[in-house]
């Protein structure tokens, strides 16, 4: 016994201990540490170099904790009102990011094979962009500012909505229930939405009050310990836990979800980043090699999908030509939330993961370069399109020629840079 505990203590202090330097390394290079967790997930899990036995139990519950702590903060991010608004000005930007990114990898899962459940799987991977890494990479750019980004952020929060309608419904399809009991499922979770934005909307500062407190642990206690009860009572309902702790974020607001979100951040970074290696450990490295042809085409699909997501987007709103393509080129990135759809799916369809991993690494790469430099490479090929055919250089590039007067939207969209 004593033996197991110093084995578990050694490994896990290590894996903790590892990840810190690895997180410093990213911010360093100015890259998302996710692909480095998923890459030291690789290196210490099965089939890798030094594969960790004592801690394996450890971390599979600090993943699922992981999980939790993610779609939490990402609830308490967003008003239920602020979603409300979403849902009414962003629908049609959202049905076309649905089907232009989810299209894709339903088509490869079955022309891999995979069948109807693995079709919903990797159709979720490769439709949801990732939050936290374009959050990251708009605050490195300095765009919070710009007029494009209230459109990201849109179409972001419509793809986190969405996860409470699919995740219970891939959930259902995943445990093998029938039309009769996926049905069941999707309308128990959209109900449960509903009730949770109806109480967030009319109860709110209620709901708040009742959890607040000055003093700091005890709230702590009290929306951590509420969290994974209703994270547990979602699951055994078949709705998901990750979306039971998002809508208790959703249904906190004000100060208390401000303190919480303070208080929660440094557990999330935490456990996430468990949460990301724990799902490196779980794929064998020597999978890998034989997707990533595959997992390449489908990246480089999805980058033009969802260039052209955001591109449509930014238009509906009346934003210009170099906002449009800033808004395409800041959604490609990929992360945590097909880890999750990936990690959730991989024990009913195993071929998943390596594709998965290999399909996220790639994209949470290339998402902040395709943000950096999508608007000003479309520019550069305008130009020489421009210059070949014998056109002005301003008549087509998104400049302004002297000899006409900017339209206000056109004006605008240059002082975003």
């Given at each position: ?138 605050a490195d750019l300095g765009r919070l500012g710009n007029r494009e980004t209230p459109v990201i952020l849109g179409v ?227 130009k020489w399109r421009a210059k070949d055919g014998g056109t002005a250089p301003g008549a087509d590039s998104g400049t302004i020629p002297a ?15």
């Amino acid at each position: 016994m004593h033996d197991n505990t110093t084995a578990l203590l050694v490994e896990l202090g290590s894996v903790i201990l590892g990840l810190g330097i690895i997180g410093r390394f990213a911010g360093r290079i100015g890259l998302s540490p996710i692909p480095l967790y998923l890459l030291a997930g690789l290196a210490f899990g099965q089939g890798g170099l030094l594969p960790l036995g004592a801690s394996e139990e450890f971390t599979a519950v600090g993943a699922e904790i992981g999980v939790i702590l993610l779609l939490l903060l990402l609830g308490l991010e967003y008003s239920a009102s602020e979603l409300v608004t979403s849902l009414k000005t962003q629908y049609p930007s959202g049905a076309v990011d649905f089907v232009l990114n989810a299209t894709p990898g339903a088509v490869a899962a079955l022309l891999l094979g995979w069948g109807p459940v693995g079709a919903v799987a990797l159709a979720g991977v490769t439709w949801i962009s990732s939050s936290g890494v374009i959050a990251k990479v708009l605050a490195d750019l300095g765009r919070l500012g710009n007029r494009e980004t209230p459109v990201i952020l849109g179409v972001l929060v419509i793809e986190d909505l969405s996860m409470a309608v699919y995740l219970p419904l891939l959930t259902a399809m995943l445990a093998g229930v029938g039309l009769a009991g996926g049905s069941i499922a999707l309308l128990v979770a959209l109900g449960t939405v509903g009730f949770v934005l109806y109480l967030a909307l009319r109860h709110g500062r209620l709901i708040s009050r009742a959890v607040s407190s000055d003093n700091p642990e005890m709230l702590l206690l009290v929306v951590l310990g509420l969290t994974v009860l209703v994270a547990g009572v979602a699951q055994q309902l078949q709705v998901s836990a990750a979306v039971g702790a998002f809508l208790v974020g959703i249904a906190l607001s004000g100060e208390v979800a401000e303190g919480a979100r303070k208080l929660l951040t440094p557990l999330r970074d935490l456990f996430a980043a468990v949460f990301f290696v724990f799902f490196g450990l779980s794929t064998n490295p020597a999978d890998i090699p034989p997707v990533l042809l595959p997992a390449a085409l489908l990246a480089v699909v999805t980058v033009f999908t969802k260039i052209a997501t955001g591109w449509y987007a930014a238009r509906r709103a009346g934003i210009g030509s170099r906002g449009r393509w800033r808004a395409g080129g800041t959604l490609v990135a990929r992360g945590e939330f097909s880890i999750v759809i990936a990690g959730l799916a991989v024990a009913t369809e195993p071929r998943i993961g390596p594709i998965a991993t290999a399909y996220v690494l790639i994209l949470v790469i290339v998402g902040p370069l395709t943000a950096r430099w999508t608007q000003p490479a479309v520019e550069l090929i305008k130009k020489w399109r421009a210059k070949d055919g014998g056109t002005a250089p301003g008549a087509d590039s998104g400049t302004i020629p002297a000899a006409r007067v900017p339209a206000p939207q056109e004006e605008l969209a240059q002082t975003a840079d």
